[in-house]
């Protein structure tokens, strides 16, 4: 097979069509990763994020769910792993190559997300492939999707809402959802199935919020009415109390506060937000490994980025939802594909976030194991997906020419014809009611 990039612009340029994968057909795919520190901190194929940006963690997650999915001599797809200086050279039998040095490697199809894609089209990353896939993960994401196009990279969205704001400003592309597991959720969190005490019978509400401490996880908008969420249950003679699990530093961002782990400038801000209860009420325990989940099982309820701003798909909420805890969020982008079933715990804005506690709170006992109950037949209807979300890579990724769009969505020349068909069908019905009788 023929492959060449042009290490000047990054752009893939064919030289003849590649050949249609077939019996005894090895195809090389490359999976660049962002952050390699992950492949040392990943000690179990099958464990959870050990505290790692999402994109990092599914990357892996996927090449290993690829690679048990073809064992042995079944094998059509060679699968490597590619970093700037990884700290080892395989992961669980999969080889891991050192981007700085592969001037003489080619692949038939390299897979890089919104940082790779970045240091590609800066020119600080250079490869040579016959396809590149652009894996991206923000809605209405104008500029990886400009420098996509500009590598002449194919579009992948990893959310059902991310796809449609993407497709609008580029285009008909791929989607394929992130794979989710609860079973790996609940094994971390030595969860036992039980239902909580209800925070009315101990006079206690704990409240989970999970996510990065940066302004686009959205934790400062919860943080604006937490004062007043506290007088409003202490009201109802209910201590509360907020954990906050996350921190600046998952994102390699830097942790400049010296009482918060975020940055200088949002600690002081949230900060002033919290008041008196940041000593009281409030709890960050910064970015933690799988010990998370134990905490977050203790959770009588979660708060997941009130906007929804920048999510593309919903992994943070269903894993407080494998846990049974109900999630209070927003609709929209990546929020909504998981929240479309929450319609009690939806909100508009943020200052909403009070008035479902309250809601939840004040629910009959039997509601509430309803509820939670609910929740964990979200996530596993995610979960459920594994299987079609692997094989649905393999289509992407083996595809012959011409290719086609891999998602849920049919093309556009077959919404015509069913359009024409009813425009037909419904000019012949209103003939036979305009006809004349006798």
């Not at 240091?119 to 994401?141: C, F, K, V």
């Not at 992994?315 to 929209?332: D, K, Y």
């Amino acid at each position: 097979m023929a492959r060449s990039m042009s290490q000047s612009d990054g752009r893939v340029r064919h030289r003849q069509p590649p050949q249609i994968p077939g019996s005894g057909f090895l195809m090389r795919v490359l999976f660049v990763l962002e952050q390699p520190e992950i492949l040392q901190a990943l000690q179990q194929p099958e464990g959870v994020n050990p505290g790692f940006g999402g994109t990092s963690f599914t990357t892996v997650r996927l090449v290993l769910a690829l690679a048990q999915d073809q064992p042995g001599a079944a094998s059509t797809l060679q699968l490597s792993i590619g970093a700037a200086n990884p700290p080892v050279a395989a992961f669980h039998g999969i080889p891991v190559v050192d981007l700085t040095n592969t001037t003489n490697q080619h692949w038939d199809v390299a897979v890089v997300t919104g940082g790779s894609l970045d240091a590609l089209h800066s020119g600080q990353l250079r490869l040579r492939s016959t396809r590149l896939l652009a894996w991206i993960r923000h809605p209405y994401d104008w500029d990886k999707t400009r420098k996509a196009k500009a590598l002449k990279a194919e579009l992948v969205s990893v959310g059902k809402a991310q796809y449609l704001s993407n497709a609008l400003i580029a285009g008909w592309h791929h989607h394929i959802d992130n794979l989710f597991c609860a079973e790996r959720i609940r094994r971390a969190a030595g969860w036992s199935g039980d239902h909580p005490t209800p925070p009315l019978q101990r006079r206690q509400l704990r409240i989970g919020f999970m996510g990065a401490l940066v302004p686009s996880k959205g934790f400062h908008q919860l943080a604006q009415h937490w004062p007043a969420i506290c007088t409003s249950l202490r009201e109802l003679g209910v201590e509360p109390q907020l954990e906050v699990i996350g921190g600046a530093s998952l994102y390699h961002f830097g942790e400049g506060h010296p009482r918060l782990p975020c940055a200088q400038d949002y600690g002081n801000s949230l900060e002033r937000c919290l008041g008196t209860e940041l000593g009281r009420s409030v709890r960050f325990h910064g970015t933690l490994g799988p010990e998370r989940y134990r905490l977050m099982a203790s959770c009588d309820l979660a708060v997941v980025n009130p906007s929804g701003q920048g999510e593309a798909f919903p992994a943070t909420i269903l894993e407080w939802l494998a846990l049974g805890v109900p999630v209070i969020s927003s609709q929209r982008y990546g929020c909504g594909d998981a929240m479309r079933y929450l319609l009690t715990l939806q909100i508009g804005n943020s200052g909403q976030i009070q008035q479902r506690i309250q809601g939840y709170l004040l629910q009959p006992l039997d509601e509430q194991h309803i509820l939670r109950d609910h929740c964990l037949r979200i996530a596993e209807l995610f979960s459920a997906q594994q299987p079609l979300i692997v094989s649905q890579w393999r289509l992407l990724l083996q595809q012959p020419t011409p290719r086609v769009k891999v998602n849920e969505h049919l093309n556009g020349r077959i919404y015509l014809l069913l359009l024409r068909e009813w425009l037909v069908m419904s000019l012949q019905s209103l003939r036979k009611r305009l006809r004349p009788r006798g």
